[in-house]
């Protein structure tokens, strides 16, 4: 039976678009933004490493998967402000010791947050759905039997791209709240 496309594919499209055309637009020009791009993903990387080691480390958890998922966040959380920190402490020996005040590495500004956001999200979207995507450009589809209007692959990219704004989100607010130094922000952000 052939199936029509659902019609939020469209928005989806839309949205991802955007978040492309931001890190082409805005982030791409500047090799200050790029380098906070790449290493905002880098320390998402290494906060899924570090949960999945202590995963491994504490077989209890298994038992528990609240914990495992209270542990995963606390360490998602832990690399964004271990990576708030760095950036924050690059910028202020970089603005010590250039000549040119221009080049910026702050997480302080909006356009440092942006790229750190849309660099964790890349990179948890990567990791999440990379390999759901990569089969949805093979021949073929997936729909369920009764072809309720969006496929499998559909229903990944839709997720990619809410993890991906998500991330954003959740990074522009975390590093405000760093700066302002409000933790009561910064913990609902973990929350």
């Keep these: 039976k052939e199936c029509d496309a659902h019609p939020g594919s469209f928005l989806c499209c839309l949205s991802e678009t955007l978040a ?11 090799a200050n933004l790029v380098i906070l791009m790449t290493f905002s993903g880098f320390f998402l990387v290494l906060s899924l490493f570090a949960a999945s080691l202590t995963w491994l480390a504490l077989p209890a958890l298994h038992d528990w998967p609240v914990f495992a998922l209270v542990e995963g966040v606390l360490w998602q959380e832990a690399a ?3 990576f708030y920190r760095t950036c924050a402490e690059a910028e202020r020996r970089t603005q010590a010791t250039s000549l040119d005040k221009m080049v910026s590495f702050s997480p302080h ?3 440092g947050m942006v790229a750190s956001g849309l660099g964790a999200g890349t990179a948890s979207v990567l990791l999440m759905v990379g390999g759901t995507l990569e089969l949805s450009l093979l021949p073929g589809t997936l729909y369920v039997d ?5 496929s499998f692959f559909e229903a990944a990219a839709w997720h990619g791209c809410l993890v991906l704004h998500n991330t954003l989100f959740l990074t522009v607010l975390a590093m405000h709240a760093y700066r302002a130094g409000d933790r009561a922000r910064a913990g609902a952000v973990a929350g």
């Design 146 to 150: 009764t072809c309720r209007g969006m």
């Design 20 to 30: 492309v055309a931001m890190s082409v637009l805005f982030v791409a020009p500047k």
């Design 109 to 111: 500004r909006l356009e």
């Design 80 to 82: 964004r402000f271990a």
